[in-house]
């Protein structure tokens, strides 16, 4: 798959299986498939894919689905994802090691897997979280240390312990009035 640029995954297919477009290094654009439930391990691994903004109806990203995606600037998850697999032995999820990773759209609200990983997100600049979202995770953005900007839903009632922990560079935060708990350590370190 050396020479595919862009790939569009017909309405009829709901997985996309282990290592399917592993190493496409020239795939830059994925058209998704409105059927799409799953997406498998190491799925886009190592592609040239630009950006994954995720369709509703998505349920499952596999572990490693977007590992080492050094072109990846944008992810979308959408409010129907349930589960983010992660290798039982790690805490790499599917986007570990995407370097150029910028901005997260989260609207996965039935989801209590945390899918980033401080230790390789750290280019994370934009977190937008999703009008589905009424709660923000514990250690949902753990050390994002360039983290300048968070935008949070008008209905979100909790931020929750140490999710914003050591993010230094977050310099304003505005906080909805329907917010009636944050959690401990929740902007700890935030100088």
């Known amino acids: ?28 654009e994925v058209y998704w498939g409105k059927q799409l439930k799953t997406i498998g391990k190491s799925a886009f691994s190592g ?16 572990h490693g689905a977007f590992y080492s995606c050094d072109s990846l ?3 979308s998850i959408p409010s129907t994802v349930r589960r983010i697999v992660k290798k039982e032995t790690q805490i790499n999820g599917p986007f570990y090691s995407c370097s150029a990773l910028d901005s997260i759209y ?39 240390g360039n983290l300048t900007t968070v935008l949070f839903p008008k209905k979100l009632k909790s931020i929750g312990s ?13 906080i909805p009035d329907s917010v009636t708990t944050i959690g401990e350590k929740a902007f700890y370190q935030c100088t």
């Open 1 to 28: 798959c050396s020479k595919l640029s862009n790939v569009e995954i017909p309405d009829s297919v709901t997985t996309i299986g282990e290592k399917a477009f592993y190493q496409c290094t020239n795939l830059s």
């Open 106 to 144: 989260w609207n996965a609200y039935k989801c209590s897997d945390i899918p980033f990983n401080y230790s390789s997100d750290k280019n994370i600049r934009v977190v937008e979280f999703g009008d589905s979202i009424k709660r923000i995770p514990n250690s949902f953005c753990y050390q994002f």
């Open 73 to 75: 600037r944008i992810v």
């Open 47 to 62: 592609s040239g894919i630009r950006s994954a903004i995720l369709p509703e109806g998505v349920d499952s990203i596999a």
């Open 162 to 174: 140490s999710a914003f922990y050591r993010c230094s560079k977050l310099s304003n935060v505005e």
